[in-house]
């Protein structure tokens, strides 16, 4: 395996390294990823015969879709209710297996607020001062057991039945994802990860990795090679993200200023003596409030700057989708608050029609990553019309080579998704995930089962 390094931004409030591997005994890579700020998520999909990788796509694809920027809960409920639907209308439409599903554990970091979502075995862990914390509770059946005092943590970590799991995304409509919400402080590190990771090492193995590797790509590499090296049982997925600095949650200062409305005044009344200390006071108060006039004027400019170069918007240009930073259109008149990015190769003809007109005017989003997600989505209904116009047939029936499609980019296997996270743009943008393999799997690989209890959702070796 090769280590892969990339640079780090000089002084970034998260970073993220992550890695993706097949293993060493697998066929096929059923995980997928994605690291797209403020998302990040991992899906170990399920289901046989090429079906895990749809299962998994789907999840992380509508997940990205529909998952809240800010700390929203109900908005992140929502976002896995979507993809577990997604994932059964897709069954249900011939896409992919039927019974085909996936885990999934995603993280909305919201400055000092990581909200965690998550179904199924695959987890997320907090590293602070050297600890390594478990946030989020397996659904599996040695979980279970565990948790009823038939099995210990020790004998847990090596049954035979231990990739059982009792809830999965794609089984059922009425699936609940369990929600953490986490209070986060600098230095803080998040481990997302599948099961081919924590299944193959202890969590002192890991915390010991990761406290002796603090940059979050060579710790990505590092934990993935030691899983590798006990044998790589299954399909591998981490990401590690480095927790810089910490600013005040959007959602919590939301819900703050919802709260504050209606501010109360107090009235005093004072003796003489008061009064003249008052009239003192005055003049200090006159200067104050020019210093504070001024700092607010310099704060409201400074604000709206801020703001602006945090924002993104799409617009074509000479037939062609651009990407900005800053704001479409005159702020004032004459003058714009825009930085250009980057060009894409979406043409008018790629659109709808309706897409295209708004793009003259330039569409916005609350940050950069949103932006190129809206690219990567409409790259891919234009690579799924071309296709249809092609006559091409089901991509799910194609064989050949796995490929992955990163932010609208298609790539050949995992060395090459490997190289290119390696390359990432250095503010940590990009997206992963795995595309279909037509080449059926053997039977050793996925096995649906089913137990007792009637809800058990995967059984993977
Ligand atoms: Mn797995």
Redesign the pocket.
Known sequence: MTTLRRARRPDPANVAGARTDVGCVRQHNE?ALIVAAPLYAVA?GMGGHAAGEVASEIAIQTVAQHAPSIADRSVLIQAIQAANLAIIDAARRGVGKPGMGTTLTVAIIDGDRALIGHVGDSRAYLLRDGLLHQITEDHSLVAELVAIGELTPEEAACHPKR?IITRALGNDEKTDADVYSLALQAADRLLLC???LSGMLCDDEMAAILNAESDPQIAADRLTEAALAAGGN??ISVIVLNIYAIRPSRAATAAALAANSGPTVELREGSAADVKRRGQRSRLGVITFVALFVLLIAGAVGGVWLYANNTAFLRLENNQVQVYRGLPGDILPGVRLEWFENTTDLNRDDLLVTIAEELETGIRFDNLDAAYLRVADLQASRDEKRAETAGAADAANQSGSATARAAGLRLPGDASINAWVANWPEDGRAMINRRLPGVAMTAATHRAASSSTGNVAKA?R
């Open positions: 995980d170990d990739s599948s099961d081919g299954d399909n993977s």
